[in-house]
């Protein structure tokens, strides 16, 4: 069995495991930041804890941990890291909203290697290798060609972390149809790279929220930048996010984008 079959095999089990069975019924609380935290969540990372370095020994960083583990985890994981994020969405899990995700991204030296993207509700597996191309249950992405226009495109938009004088004009006079924002960004990276989304854009994602999707939508064939240029010379742990499946379109995106000022 492949690594990324093994990855797979394992989020699926986690999921069925740990967080399925808790979806409606899990208590929860509140972190320092005042984001949710709920059982499954705990529950969850320490089962990959556990579980992933019997596929590759080397350092796992999840979303719940500490700064001081992250960053430790980070420096020690040069030479191989996973970087787990146990549930994506967990205000929708915890309100029953069904747009939650496992996401599990292994990388080396920094480059993001494999990633795998988990919703437990509707039994999608979105994954991909560097240079072996993206996949939903087996199916190549993009499984929609996007539109070929900014104004005919679907959007998926965090307003919230993006200054505010973009947010107000993309609210007020958006150059594309219609849009959403659904709250879990795993996920979003890969409703991007199937074409379910034509566009996208995010004010600032941590490292747990972008590397296993934005390998999704690289070898689904998309691109991505940050607001301010290059994504991957940005700040590791806070990137914002440009980014469409079709090249095309992601020029006409950031186009417009550094236009109104972005």
Not at 4 to 10: F, P
Request: with cysteine.
């Amino acid at each position: 069995m492949s690594m990324l079959e093994q990855v797979q095999t394992l989020v699926r089990e986690v999921a069925r495991r740990e967080v399925t069975p808790r979806f409606l019924k899990v208590a929860h609380s509140r972190k320092a930041d005042g984001s949710l935290f709920t059982e499954a969540d705990a529950a969850t990372q320490a089962a990959l804890e556990a579980a992933l370095p019997k596929i590759r020994n080397v350092p796992v960083l999840g979303e719940e941990m500490t700064e001081v583990q992250q960053r430790d985890a980070w420096d020690a994981g040069r030479d191989g890291l996973w970087c787990v994020d146990p549930i994506d969405g967990t205000s929708n899990f915890v309100a029953g909203v069904p747009y939650f995700a496992v996401s599990v991204a292994y990388l080396y030296k920094g480059e993001r290697v494999l990633g795998v993207v988990y919703d437990p509700v509707a039994d999608e597996m979105f994954s991909a290798e560097r240079g072996h191309g993206a996949h939903l249950n087996g199916d190549p992405l993009p499984l929609r060609q996007p539109v070929p226009e900014l104004r005919r495109a679907l959007a998926g938009v965090e307003m919230k972390r993006i200054d505010r004088a973009l947010a107000g004009r993309l609210a007020s006079w958006p150059p594309y149809a219609s849009q959403r924002n659904m709250g879990a960004s795993t996920l979003d990276w890969c409703y991007t790279a199937a074409g379910r989304f034509d566009i996208y854009l995010h004010g600032g994602q941590k490292l747990w929220d972008y590397a296993a999707g934005a390998l999704i939508l690289e070898e689904a064939g998309g691109r991505l930048a940050c607001l301010s240029g290059n994504f991957d010379i940005a700040n590791v742990w806070e990137r914002s996010v440009v980014a469409s499946a079709s090249p095309h379109l992601f020029e006409l995106w950031r186009d417009w984008l550094k236009a109104a000022g972005a």
